[in-house]
């Protein structure tokens, strides 16, 4: 049975920091896509951040590029989300994903593409 775990939520203050982690159980994330999103309450699930197949390539939602970054550690079975010069507007229940199929260089950026999914972790920005 596949598990995923997110960690690192929190509340800080706008211009703040957090960090983020996702752990599974019953799979590695190698050579899979891994996604983060993020859903604030009445919006829907929003794209946030992509670590593709090849473990190196990098896609990022427009409300967050050039604050947060995505990264693996070296045994692939971590996967962090960076966030830095937070705002309130990026309040919200992040959650990771991952696909079960080794994805290669592909791009998947949808919530349908992704098979298995976190329970979520709050993070909340004050202003």
């Known amino acids: 049975q596949v598990h995923l775990e997110e960690s690192g939520g929190g509340l800080v203050q706008a211009g703040g920091s957090l960090r983020l982690s996702c752990t599974a159980s019953g799979l590695t994330f190698s050579s899979k896509s891994v996604g983060w999103f993020r859903q604030a309450p009445g919006k829907e699930r929003e794209f946030v951040a992509i670590s593709n197949g090849n473990g190196v390539g990098t896609l990022y939602g427009d409300s967050v590029k050039g604050r947060f970054t995505v990264a693996r550690d070296n045994s692939g079975d971590m996967v962090y989300l960076q966030m830095n010069s937070l705002k309130p507007d990026d309040t919200a229940v992040y959650f990771c994903?991952?696909?079960?199929?080794?994805?290669?260089?592909?791009?998947?950026?949808?919530?349908?593409?992704?098979?298995?999914w976190g329970q979520g972790t709050q993070v909340t920005i004050s202003s």
């Open positions: 994903a991952v696909r079960s199929k080794e994805s290669g260089s592909k791009w998947y950026w949808l919530t349908s593409d992704y098979d298995y």
